[in-house]
């Protein structure tokens, strides 16, 4: 018995360094804090790109996939909420800007160009969910943009309290937290 | 006009004590003023020190603190980054230039940075303002030759063609120096008014040369030391760097190429653009700024109250001058403006020796304020602000003022010339 026991942490070594390579594999983790979101935007010449993270809790209220058709028709909601930008990011409409490209990922939204395979599903369950919202505009008097206003944002979804703001743009680059007291920010 | 004569009159008479308090208030006001043109100095040359840099990447940590050793010496890293992690990333179709930067080195106190060309012809600060050369031009293929900032020069007494040795480690005072492979002076850096200026720049080549033979953290000894004329024939590619800055080509591929760097298998690093990190560091710094701020008004208004009691104390012993005053014709409000304008004259002659105490102190203080901590403060005239706030301290003493000078007025109704002596 002892032997056997002896040997126990050999026959546990290929799990170990499965385990290892498992970790090295899935690189790192993002942050997941309910109530933060994160909110990238560039602006050059005529391109306006916004990026938008937020767990899925901000938004819908839950992430777990949605079960019951009370959850399904939040989600559906918030999806057409949040593929309605112009509205979103109060963009002006002087500043002419069309969208060009939008995508929205989330494990909620089912696997429509979710390049997950489905013996993960399970696991996401128990697991964070974030909903990622990627905006790409055209616009003809870009000019005209000289400031975020979240406001409709934090209308839209109330759960979210802080939006961490990275912002770039051709004269400088600009960071900061946006609440809902003070939602706008000028560059 | 008379009144303000008569004001200063008595103020006269009463020299040594008015002294006291408009120095009292001289020394909050100069205290006042310096702690705001500190802070908006600061804050100013932080500001000016890095432009037109997308990222900055080194291994993951804070951002702040990447920022603080990358840009500004300031601590050091927690971990270098690996060679082929650079070269992975600067060679990406989305960046246009890229400056590695391998800190860890010094000079007498003075950092040394290695890095590449890339460094004078990309590197910009202030307002897009790129790196000049006073004097020599940047290093060039051998590597031992260093490029100065201006203020190491200055302090230090270079010039072209000067040898000098480099010290392992950052400490002012090093025991370990690489003495057996000394640099070349080939260049001196216009002065930036940043942290360039207190930098020794040598090609990351240099810096590998001169560590080439350490084992374990320590020079070789013996048969196993290698010289600079070895070094120079040897492959002196580095393996590590601490970090490294990047120019992107579209500023829209910013935060794709952050997250791809921060989520680079390779190794953790981290990805942080500059002006955010600022404004990170802005946020931080603000509570102490604040409270600095608020401790020297609280200063401020403690020299005011002090003015104030003097005045009041005085009032008793002056019965005598304001019943003269009132026999020759003074008026109860001419008593009470004489008080008022008394106050003011007070803060007036402290606001003014406020404000050169304050350039006094600049002018003496400059030098070693730039070359201790690399903070550059300008003889310049006041700043509206500081103009708003001396205003402020005119106007709270005018209002204090009014104090005395109301109770002077009732007595001077009451007691009038009946008043017993």
Redesign the interface.
């Known amino acids: 018995m002892r032997r056997l026991l002896l040997a126990l942490p050999f026959a546990l070594l290929p799990l170990a360094i499965a385990h290892a390579a498992d970790e090295h594999d899935h690189g790192s983790l993002g942050a997941h804090v309910h109530g933060v979101a994160r909110l990238d935007m560039a602006l050059d010449g005529r391109t306006l790109e916004i990026e938008l993270d937020t767990p899925a809790m901000n938004i819908v209220g839950f992430e777990h996939p949605a079960t019951t058709d009370a959850d399904k028709m939040k989600l559906a909601l918030a999806r057409e909420t949040l593929l309605k930008p112009h509205g979103l990011f109060s963009i002006p409409e002087a500043a002419g800007c069309t969208v060009s490209k939008q995508k929205l990922e989330s494990p909620l939204f089912g696997h429509e160009g979710d390049d997950h395979n489905d013996g993960d599903t399970d696991e996401h369950e128990h697991e964070h969910s974030e909903i990622h919202g990627h905006y790409q505009f055209t616009c003809s008097v870009a000019a005209v943009l000289n400031k975020l206003d979240l406001t409709q944002l934090f209308k839209s979804f109330p759960a979210t309290q802080t939006i961490q703001v990275q912002l770039v743009t051709p004269k400088r680059q600009m960071g900061a937290e946006v609440r809902p007291s003070n939602p706008v920010v000028k560059f | 006009m008379y009144l303000l004569r008569l004001a200063l009159a008595s103020l006269a008479n009463r020299r040594f004590t008015a002294f006291l308090t408009a120095f009292a208030i001289a020394l909050s006001v100069c205290l006042l003023l310096a702690v705001e043109r500190v802070r908006t100095e600061a804050r100013a040359s932080f500001a000016s020190t890095i432009s037109g840099t997308?990222l900055i990447v080194g291994a993951r940590s804070g951002s702040v603190n990447l920022l603080l050793y990358s840009v500004f010496r300031i601590g050091n890293a927690t971990n270098n980054i690996r060679w082929d992690s650079f070269e992975h990333f600067a060679g990406s179709k989305q960046v246009k230039w890229a400056i590695p930067v391998s800190l860890g080195d010094s000079h007498r106190g003075y950092r040394v940075m290695g890095t590449t060309e890339a460094y004078f012809e990309h590197y910009q600060y202030g307002r897009q303002r790129h790196l000049e050369l006073v004097d020599g031009r940047p290093f060039d293929t051998d590597p031992f030759e260093v490029v100065l900032g201006a203020e190491v020069a200055e302090a230090l007494h270079y010039k072209l063609g000067d040898k000098l040795v480099l010290a392992h480690g950052v400490a002012v005072v090093s025991l370990v120096k690489h003495d057996d492979m000394p640099f070349t002076v080939v260049g001196i850096l216009k002065r930036t008014g940043t942290p360039v200026d207190r930098t020794l720049h040598i090609s990351l080549g240099g810096m590998e040369a001169i560590h080439i033979d350490w084992h374990n953290g320590a020079p070789a000894q013996g048969a196993g030391r290698i010289t600079a004329d070895q070094a120079r024939n040897m492959d002196l590619t580095p393996t590590a760097i601490t970090a490294f800055m990047l120019g992107l080509n579209?500023?829209?591929s910013?935060?794709a190429l952050q997250r791809e760097i921060?989520?680079?298998?390779g190794e953790?690093m981290l990805a942080i653009?500059?002006?955010?990190?600022?404004?990170?560091l802005w946020?931080l710094m603000g509570t102490a700024e604040k409270a600095l701020f608020v401790i020297s008004l609280f200063v401020v208004l403690t020299g005011l109250i002090g003015m104030l009691t003097a005045i009041l104390t005085s009032l008793n012993e002056r019965r005598r001058e304001m019943a003269i005053l009132r026999s020759v014709g003074a008026r109860p409000w001419h008593v009470a403006t004489l008080l008022i304008l008394e106050a003011f004259a007070l803060a007036l002659a402290g606001a003014v020796s406020g404000l050169a105490l304050l350039y006094i102190g600049i002018a003496a203080a400059q030098g070693y304020v730039q070359a201790n901590y690399g903070l550059y403060l300008p003889l310049s005239l006041p700043s509206a602000y500081e103009w708003t706030l001396l205003g402020g301290i005119l106007g709270a003493a005018l209002l204090m003022g009014v104090v005395p000078a109301w109770r002077a007025y009732r007595q001077s109704l009451a007691d009038g010339l009946s008043i017993r002596l």
Do not use: W
Not at chain 2, 262 to 265: I, L, P
């Open positions: 997308d579209s500023k829209i910013t935060f921060n989520e680079f298998r953790p653009l500059p002006g955010v990190a600022l404004q990170e946020s």
